[in-house]
């Protein structure tokens, strides 16, 4: 609950109280991905449960589609008080820098770019240099509205993917690309967020 007479300039409250890391799972070893190729693929996405709060996961990959690293966050809860607080920043802030930023900066492995299919995730862009684009199920159409300032206006379709670059990295399409052109070739560009969301699924039973 928001308190009254708060000293002025006081910081508003972080939605959950930070970030703290529930699972990590460094797969390397166990799967031989390392050894697979020089190129990794990082997926970030998040789930909402009602009773929870969001889980930020984030799978990173080889070539061959095959999991060099995954981590997930604690379930973060959003109160009243803080979505009044912060507005219309409140996915910026809770996407893109305290789930997206911080799952980032967990990895250990670099990869060639990070693809999402959960559009407010789209502002971890601001957080990161890695390339990152927004990936849906082609026959869904274009993306909504309110992140098309954040789209660049190309896009393409690899399989039964859609990809579209965030603005920041729409010169770079033709790269980004061919790059995903070699995972493409082992498994469905949305297939991953699939994994991520069952091993959040999973951890939430324990």
Do not use: W
């Amino acid at each position: 609950m928001e308190r009254k007479g708060a000293a002025a300039g006081k910081q508003p409250p972080r939605p959950g109280g930070g970030i703290e890391r529930s699972m990590e799972q460094k797969l390397a070893e166990s799967t031989g991905g390392a050894a697979a190729g020089p190129r990794a693929y990082g997926f970030l996405t998040a789930v909402e449960s009602g009773s929870h709060g969001v889980f930020g996961g984030y799978l990173l990959v080889d070539p061959l589609g095959r999991p060099l690293e995954f981590h997930c966050t604690a379930p973060v809860k959003v109160s009243r008080a803080q979505q009044i607080l912060f507005g219309s920043t409140l996915q910026s802030h809770l996407h893109g820098q305290q789930i997206g930023g911080t799952l980032l900066a967990e990895g250990t492995v670099t990869p060639e770019m990070v693809l999402t299919d959960l559009e407010p995730m789209l502002h971890v862009r601001s957080h990161t240099k890695l390339p990152v684009a927004f990936v849906r199920d082609a026959t869904l159409g274009a993306p909504a509205v309110m992140v098309g300032s954040m789209l660049g206006t190309c896009s393409f379709t690899i399989g039964n993917a859609s990809v579209s670059p965030h603005a920041t990295d729409a010169s770079r399409e033709a790269d980004l690309r061919e790059k995903l052109e070699e995972l493409a070739a082992a498994v469905e560009l949305c297939e991953p967020f699939e994994r991520i969301r069952a091993a959040i699924d999973e951890a939430q039973r324990r």
